[in-house]
């Protein structure tokens, strides 16, 4: 067992949570990671009423939470109030301001998660009041940012030190084994949040033809774009990027972005057709630099169980390098 700040505050076994992924993380997922010890998120992505009822439904009784990308959620804050009336046990908030929505989360009784690229995003967090951080590095699949986990997360974890002590610290992006896990806990996180790795698995709603084509990449073949943002005609505030797949869609559009943005509607039945037939060559794969340390589509809970093993194990073989034996 790994006790940490993480377990003791969401009084779960293991130091894990699932990310609330767009159009991957639904209640199936969310339950089966809370299931197993963790807590699961469900993906509130770009906001879609009867999709986060059906996820919600699908979740059944599991204390799970949900997570929302700000900007997208704030132009429709009803979605809000709809998740928070399910009483999630934490509500999770990327990519946008969180101070506007915060009092709100709190009055419902959910934790405020926060996941930060910057530490300007940290500023506006503690501002919110945020229980947990969740420090982003750009290894992420997904959206996300330029700074790397290996110096964010430290970075931010004495931060926090100074001026918070009492927020815990998530660390996320490249983590997907126990390797990933006790680095985290070295780095000064109390515990980890994994995207890729459960979008690898088999509750994730991703399409199996993209998670074949992950199974068969390494970290090399990932790339952060926005030529799925303009595919789809999401308008995505400067400063994010999106890591997906670099596959023959992101090579024929990424260095023309004033053409595809001109040609995007007529495009766009198209690109949506090929994401719902999982066509790994004509359609953003989201999976992060750890694709290449996953090998197999697996239940979320042999991920767990064999991530908080590993991590256990290192963390014993370690202690032995100081004794000298
Ligand atoms: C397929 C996919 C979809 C994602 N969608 C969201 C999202 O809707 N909201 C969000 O906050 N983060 C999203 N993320 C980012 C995750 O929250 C998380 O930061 C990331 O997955 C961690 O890095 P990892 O993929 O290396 O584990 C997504 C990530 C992936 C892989």
């Given at each position: 067992m790994l006790n940490t700040r993480l377990t003791d505050r969401l009084g779960i076994r293991h130091p894990?949570?699932?990310a609330p992924m767009a159009f991957a993380s639904g209640g199936e997922l969310a339950a089966?990671?809370?299931?197993?010890?963790?807590?699961?998120?469900?993906?509130?992505?770009?906001?879609?009423?009867?999709?986060?009822?059906?996820?919600?439904?699908?979740?059944?009784n599991a204390r799970i939470g949900c997570g929302f990308i700000t900007w997208s959620m704030a132009q429709n804050p009803s979605l809000l109030d709809q998740s928070l009336a399910h009483a999630p046990v934490a509500?999770?908030?990327s990519f946008g301001d969180p101070r506007p929505h915060a009092a709100q989360v709190r009055a419902a009784g959910a934790l405020l998660i926060c996941q930060v690229q910057t530490l300007a995003h940290v500023e506006d967090a503690l501002e919110a009041g945020v229980d947990i951080i969740v420090a982003q590095g750009s290894e992420a699949g997904g959206h996300g940012a330029r700074r790397a986990t290996m110096t964010l997360v430290p970075e931010i974890a004495t931060l926090l030190q100074r001026r918070s002590p009492d927020t815990l610290l998530v660390a996320?992006?490249?983590?997907?084994?126990?390797r990933g896990l006790a680095a985290a806990l070295a780095l000064g996180a109390d515990g980890v949040l994994m995207g890729s790795r459960f979008w690898a698995c088999r509750e994730s709603l991703a399409h199996p033809g993209h998670q074949a084509v992950a199974l068969k990449s390494d970290?090399?073949?990932t790339v952060r774009q926005s030529a799925t943002d303009i595919a789809r005609g999401y308008d995505w505030p400067p400063g994010f990027t999106a890591r997906v797949i670099n596959n023959r869609f992101v090579q024929?559009?990424?260095?023309?972005?004033?053409?595809?943005?001109?040609?995007?509607?007529?495009?766009?039945?198209?690109?949506q057709t090929a994401v719902a037939a999982g066509d790994p060559d004509h359609a953003g794969v989201w999976v992060g630099e750890a694709t290449g340390l996953i090998e197999d589509i697996e239940s979320a809970a042999a991920i767990i169980e064999r991530t908080v093993a590993e991590a256990e194990a290192i963390i014993t073989r370690l202690g032995t390098l100081r004794d000298g034996r």
């Open positions: 894990i949570l699932s089966a990671v809370t299931h197993a010890g963790g807590l699961g998120l469900i993906g509130g992505g770009y906001g879609d009423a009867s999709w986060l009822t059906r996820a919600f439904a699908a979740a059944g509500l999770m908030l996320a992006g490249g983590i997907a084994d126990g970290g090399d073949q024929e559009w990424e260095h023309r972005p004033g053409e595809h943005r001109a040609r995007a509607g007529e495009l766009r039945a198209a690109y």
